[in-house]
């Protein structure tokens, strides 16, 4: 019989309260792990006595074969006493299927020899009038049993909530370090002390779906030897994959510093072009979630939430190492440039009393000019909207235009200068979009730069024909308003097809996340209902009069609300996919279905992954959505900085 060291820290799961980002952390990776393999049932049963039984037989033993040899000693023998009976020859026959006949045959005697002792009967039902302490305690009292196999017998026989942490679910916490900052680290503890550091912190909301998942998990992908951590859904939260992700990415040729970095469209063009990410910075800190997430190749200590203009240089300086910046990269916030904005409003001027001079965010790019002074990188982009370009800003009591002082500035510090306005159809990307770049590089810039821009596009074989929103979106799950669920599987998936546009932000996602559709309103549904794909609220009350009628929508007057709704179309690209989302989404109604776009088909029209996984809540994954640069664009402009980088070198 096995030696028994017991290191109970605390019966129950969920005892001690976890920090909420562990938690929350935890809670996103049960519900992965349920996504992934949707809880199969692994053969535990009610009976505490019978579950201990086949316990024991599941031990070195593949599932399916332990559920078989415990289905036919059931069929083969007349109840317990039958077992306990039955010659050796009789049982072997049956518990030798899959090997370790011996051991069972003993163990299973053994057992229920103890259970006759203790209870005076073939039965366990003694546990159900015990608390979890003297539950536990009896069951490690029997032979065989250790705190592994009592816990399964708490959680999945007697309804405790208790997390049986079986050699799987260790090496996957010890892996993934998800309880480091509770607990400590797992490497080197002995396998049974681990068990009971583990048990008490599992959330006793997910005992049941986190055991079952992470034993499927262990088996078929986190396995000992050979881990495969290409196809695991939750490398993202894993500490041994991260980890092995900055040291590939420590290889990197070139550099580049991220500002206003946001959830990082713009860090991912470059990742993926080669480029290391030696520092990031944003004031957002639930926009960091989503950017410390989904960059596992930078390490934390260079993702900065900061106030640019409170970052010392001297912090700069040792953030950034005293290695080379290649690029900097900037998208500066854009609001205040922006006619859409209060610059074309001088009614919501006077209503806010808004001064745009004293908007801060609208010098904000005079940091581009001191980060360029402190790290000297070789190219620097900026990137806003178009409107940029006639913004103005009072510069030491002078009234000069935006791009004129970043020239001037940069210019003076030998740096080339261009400025182009580009539209993400261009691109490959299903969405009107255009934006002004403000590109500078210490090398010669050619003249044509949009062309250079577009003909990169073309080497990097990105979609010939712009995409259309069909392309983009059309394979996602049908929803209605309101439906949805941040981690779904793909099983739930209507594939219409892959596209060529699909197949290149990639489409190998088994699990699809963020799409959740927003509730609309009974008034604002009668309008939905109604509109035709291209058609704006405007056309559509000139269309049905009547659909106003008796309705409180009336408050929407076609003259303030032209485009208060309108549906989209498949056959184009999307319209600019913006942070309003965030507010309202009725200018963005799905082609066919009667609700707003989700989060996950805006990001598909970004051109962002299916497996980057925004964080936080609706209207802030929005935000993060609608402010990124499409990952795809940066990415050419990665590759054309980077052709620059290598022609200095
Ligand atoms: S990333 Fe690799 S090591 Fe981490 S949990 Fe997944 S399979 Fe295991």
New binding site residues.
Partial sequence: MQGKRIFKESVCSGTFPLPKEVRDRLLYIDAILQAAYGTPDLGNVADPLEELIFLTITQRTKIKTAIQVFRNLKEQFSGRDGILQASDADLRRILSVGGRGNFRIRAVRELLNAVKDKTGALSLNNLRRMNETEAFEFLLSLPWVGEKIARCVMLYSLGFNTFPADVNAI??FR??GILTPVIGSLEGIEHRKAQSKIAPWVPAEITRTLHVNMVV??HE???ERN???E?????K?????RNSEVKEADGARFTMVDLFSGAGGISLGFHDEGFRIALAVDNDSRVLQTYRLNHPWVEQNRILCKDMRSLASTRIRAISGEEKVDVLVAGVPCQGFSRVGYRTKPDLIKEKKYKPEKDQRNTLFKEVIRFARLLNPQCILVENVPDMESANVTHYGMDRRVIELLERRLGGMGYHTATVCLDATDFGIPQKRRRLFFVASKKALPDKMEERLTKLAQEMKYPETTPSLFDAIASLPALKAGEGVQIASFAHVQDKGVSDYREFVGNDAAIIFNHVARPHNNDDMGIIEALQPGENYVALVRRMPDILNGRSHKVYTTRNFQDKFYRLRWDVPCRTIVAHLAKDGNSFIHPEQNRALTVREAARIQSFPDDFIFTGSRTSQFIQVGNAVPPMLARVFARFFRTLLEATI
Avoid at 231 to 235: G, K, Q, S
Avoid at 237 to 241: D, L, V
């Fill in positions: 090496r996957i892996r993934t998990h262990g992908v986190c396995r881990p495969r951590c196809r695991c859904e939750i490398r939260f894993c500490a041994f994959w």
